[in-house]
Each structure stands twice: as C-alpha cells, then as structure tokens.
C-alpha cells in the first residue's frame, strides 16, 4: 500500500519549453502532495504544497507563475516547470499524505530528472 | 521557522559495526520526526519514525531516539550491512504547519565489507 507513482521519470528538453510532471498516488486518495526539489548531493528542498481542489502554497523564493501546481482530484497533482531553462534542470519529487493512518506520513514518488539543455 | 541540522556529513563503517546519525531541531513544539533512507536515483523510502511523546523507537536493527529537552534525535543503525549503504535524511514537522517536513541536509552511509 501507499504507493506513489511520477511520470516521466526522465525528461530532457529544450531551453525556454515547459514540461509536465505528474504524480499519482496509486492506491490511496491524498489530500495532499507536496513538490520538493533536490539538487545533486543536495537536501529534499520543499517547494510547494497542493491541497486538492485549491491553490497551491508556496515556499518563499518559489516562483508560482514558473512552476504551475494543480491537484485536481484525490489520486493526480501535476507540477508544469515553464519556460525552462538550464538552472531548472534538478530532481523533482513529489509525496503524498492520505487518509489513511498517521495523518502525517509523507510518502515518495520515484522522482523525475529534469535536464534542459 | 524550523531549522534541521544533520551530522555527520559522510560516515564509513564496517560491515558488522553500529552507525549513529543525529539531528537538532530548532522548534520545541514539533511533535513528528520520520527519517528517511535514498539511494542513489531513487525516491526516499520511510524507515522509521518517531513522534514527541515518547524518547525511543525500535524497528529491528533500526533505532530512533528523542531527547526533546535537547531538541536533538538521532538515528541508530545496528549490525550495518553493505545494503545499508545510501544517504540518510532526518526530518521534522514545524509546529506552525504540521503538513510541512523540513529535512537534514543528509547522511552518507557508507558499510564496507
């Protein structure tokens, strides 16, 4: 159980496209996702938290209108890096918190690597 | 805001030997505490968690302590293995939004055979 899923694992793209990222919790609804960024040797950096059916919560120094958060359902969140360029290129993993069991048990998506050239 | 520090950095052992990881904590009303092991290109999987009313937790050769006092815990490893081997992140829920973790900057375990 409490298994969490990201698509695409890799991507690499063109400096200045943008790029979808979506998280799915497989078989528990979650109430919230959160987005975190991790560079290489680097710490799980916390950008976003997305509560389903409402804005997404920033971190400070997080660009809203740069990485678009939706959480439209219970099971999907999607993370949109726009206009990407090369400093975006990271890891960027998603967790999902359920219904179910300890309200706060963050559990993690395999990630996906981002590289814009 | 809560603030995680994590030490050490990087940590060898020997197969066989015991590992200790430890973390301080900035705000004394966080209450969970959940540590987390990656290997290397793969998502941080939950090995053990501990929450502020009680001081120790156990998991088979995985032991978490709580020194709330002290505002520290710290992560024990017993009998290490080679497969121990990845980098290990403490982390800790702020009071003031308990959806939050705030991460350690991390651990690298080594376990030489």
């Known amino acids: 159980g409490a298994v969490v899923s990201q698509h695409p694992s890799r991507v690499i793209c063109k400096s200045g496209t943008s790029v979808k990222i979506e998280c799915r919790s497989l078989d528990f609804q979650a109430t919230t996702m959160f987005w975190y960024r991790q560079f290489p040797k680097q710490s799980l950096m916390l950008m976003a938290t997305s509560n389903e059916g409402s804005k997404a919560t920033y971190e400070q120094g997080v660009e809203k209108d740069k990485f678009l958060i939706n959480h439209a359902s219970l099971t999907l969140s999607t993370l949109t890096v726009t206009s990407a360029h090369p400093e975006d290129s990271s890891f960027y993993i998603c967790s999902a918190r359920g219904l179910f069991g300890p309200t706060d048990t963050q559990y993690f998506g395999p990630g996906t690597r981002l590289t814009v050239l | ?113």
């Open chain 2, 1 to 113: 805001g809560e603030n995680v520090e994590q030490h050490p950095s990087t940590l060898s052992v020997q197969e066989g030997d015991s590992a200790v990881i430890k973390c301080t904590y900035s705000d004394s009303a966080s209450n969970y505490f959940p540590w987390y092991k990656q290997e290397l290109g793969k998502r941080p999987q939950l090995i053990i968690d501990i929450r502020s009313n009680v001081g120790e937790k156990k998991d088979q050769r995985i032991a978490v302590t709580l020194n709330k006092t002290a505002k520290h815990f710290s992560l024990h490893i017993t009998e290490t293995q080679p497969e121990d081997s990845a980098v290990y992140f403490c982390a800790a829920s702020p009071s003031y939004n308990t959806d939050k973790l705030i991460f350690g900057t991390g651990t690298r375990l080594q376990v030489f055979p």
